[in-house]
Structure formats: structure tokens, C-alpha cells
């Protein structure tokens, strides 16, 4: 499934329209494929999922879902300071205003432990698929809510240059020691309107608090779990 999804990736036109457009993600809520919940779980469709090592702890689940019949798991990885996550690309114009949320629920038997977090971001690309920059988003931690769904937003406006963007959501071990599971669902996405005079910057890689995690879209997927 992996390789799936980033020939998926590599296909998406790397021009965007001058006009205004109603962009949309892809499996947001996590539908596809079918949980499987004797058997490890598997990736889910049209996302691309990466970790800092191979054995990525991402799939969809049955275990939790705050509508439909499923949603994400990200799993803690085993190592400290590693991380696991999965990233969707889409086409973007200069100065358009672009806004992602999703909706995160802790495990209770597994809650986030120490300093694990979790973290939305945009990355922002050119025609050649260079990154110009990043928009970080929330984060969570070991606060996450165990019993009700929590909604996390990130927004900004592509910048001069870019011709795609890229929402990208990471679980953090830090010193967790591959404690902490958390659960995804109801992605929404929204935006194309042209804000006026420059773009509006987010808080961008100077914003960095952490290791900087490399672009997922640059990372070999790695085998699925």
C-alpha cells in the first residue's frame, strides 16, 4: 500500500490554477482499507506513511472511530527521539489560505507517557518539489483526553512560489520508550480563497522546538507493519 501511495504522490500535477478551488483530501476519515483487526493493521490508502525507522506503527482501526467504521492508530515507536506519521499531498496557489484539522483521541490502556507528542504541520513545495518552508500546527501530549475526541487545526497561506503543499501529521516517541498509542479521525480540509497583500506566515522552521524531521515525501516508505 505504501508503494501505492507515493506513486500517487509522484502523479499529482505539480501546477495548481490561478482560480479559486475547493480543495479536498482523500480518504479524511480513515474508511479504507478494511481493518483486519487479527492481523496487524494495515496503512491507510492514498496516505503516505513514514518512520525514522523501518517497522512504521501506522494503520487503520476498528478500536476506535469517532464516526464511521474505523480510523488512524499511530503507535509510539520503540526507540527514543524516533518518530511515525503519514502525509498527504495537494495542489496549492501563492497566497491562498489553507486550513487542516483533525480529530485525536488518546488510548487509554496505552496513553502518551513523558515527553511524547504529536504534531500537525504543512510543508510548503516548488515546481521542482523543493521545500520553501513549513507552517507548524498544535501539538499533543501525555494532556491528551482518553475519553472524548479533541480537535487540532493548523492554517496558513502558501507562499510565493509554492505549487503544493503538503499536510503531514507525527507521533513523537521523545523518551517514551514506545509507550503511547493515539487514535485519528474527521480530517477536514479547506481553503483556496486569496487572502489580500502578502501571504500570512505561520510559524515556520524557526519555530523548531525539536530534531527536525526530514520531509516524509523525501523518505523511502518503509516496509508496513
Known sequence: MGIIACLWLAALPVGAQESAFAPSLQNPSFETPASLEDTNAAPPEIWHYFSSKPGARVGVT??????????????????????????????????????????????APDRLVGEAFGQMHFEWRDAQGKEITRTWGPTWNAQLPTRRWERFMVEGDAPDGAVSGIVVMTLHSKNSGGRGTVYIDDCEFGGGLRVSGSPRRGPTNSADRIRRPPSPLRQKTPPGP
Open 62 to 107: 476498528a478500536s476506535a472511530k469517532r464516526s464511521g467504521g474505523q480510523s488512524l492508530t499511530l503507535k509510539a515507536p520503540p526507540r527514543d527521539n524516533e518518530f511515525v506519521g503519514v502525509a498527504q499531498s495537494f495542489p496549492v496557489s501563492p497566497g491562498y489560505h489553507y486550513v487542516f484539522a483533525a480529530h485525536v483521541i488518546g488510548d
